[in-house]
């Protein structure tokens, strides 16, 4: 074009276009660029073409598999008194603490923990974005823990009695059982449950303190329904 007077010419742009780098980081993989800080529109995965249309700032994320986290399980023995036993379970990536349930980092769920013997906990990645790690955790790991019978010592000789049969035994609520072993079920290990005498007065059972206290085993060895969390039982008249 020629002119024939001063003109001003304005530059136009289409965009930048460039191709997406891939980095790296020890410990995590990659999973693509987004356009948000908090990574909820993606820009494209690592090699593809992403046009800019104004400065612009990708983000990159990161996925980091469940198992390569750090579990811990406290406490990773409990003691059985019917009822489903569930530890406490502490997920850590580093020194961040992941959130637990549902729409959190994961999820934490228990099995084989309404019994005696050993549970376990599964913690699963739920995929959702943690904004200090940057990152989105995948997969799942298991971890154990174990349940056992209650440990519980019959003091037969308190108030001048007299202990008739075993000393102490590995016990469980809702069961007229006594166990040789911490994490027994087996019928082929029970014990009987002993009795106390003394002259003159008539065994009512056994309570959780020498004077007072909650009764535990009636008489005839029954249970009362009290739960059984590993103390000494005494003798009562």
Do not use: H
Request: net charge positive; proline share 2%.
């Amino acid at each position: 074009t020629k002119y024939t007077s001063n003109k001003t010419l304005n530059a136009s742009w289409s965009g930048g276009t460039v191709t997406l780098p891939t980095p790296t980081r020890t410990g995590y993989t990659f999973a693509g660029w987004y356009k948000e800080a908090n990574c909820t529109t993606s820009a494209g995965n690592a090699g593809a073409s992403f046009t800019a249309t104004a400065n612009t700032t990708l983000y990159a994320t990161w996925t980091k598999a469940v198992s390569d986290l750090t579990i811990t399980l406290s406490p990773d023995n409990l003691v059985y008194n019917g009822t489903a036993q569930s530890t406490t379970v502490t997920v850590q990536d580093g020194s961040t603490a992941l959130t637990q349930g549902s729409g959190q980092n994961v999820t934490v769920s228990y099995s084989g923990n309404t019994n005696v013997g050993t549970a376990t906990a599964t913690v699963e990645g739920n995929s959702v974005y943690n904004s200090t790690t940057k990152a989105f955790y995948t997969g799942r790991a298991t971890r154990s823990y174990y349940i056992n019978n209650a440990k519980v010592t019959f003091n037969g000789t308190s108030n001048g009695g007299t202990l008739n049969g075993i000393s102490s035994a590995y016990i469980r609520k809702s069961s007229n059982s006594l166990y040789d072993g911490i994490r027994s079920t087996s019928a082929s290990t029970t014990k009987t449950i002993p009795t106390s005498s003394k002259t003159g007065f008539t065994f009512q059972g056994w309570y959780t303190a020498e004077s007072g206290g909650s009764k535990v085993l009636n008489a005839d060895g029954t249970f009362t329904g009290t739960a059984v969390t590993g103390y000494s039982t005494t003798n009562s008249w």
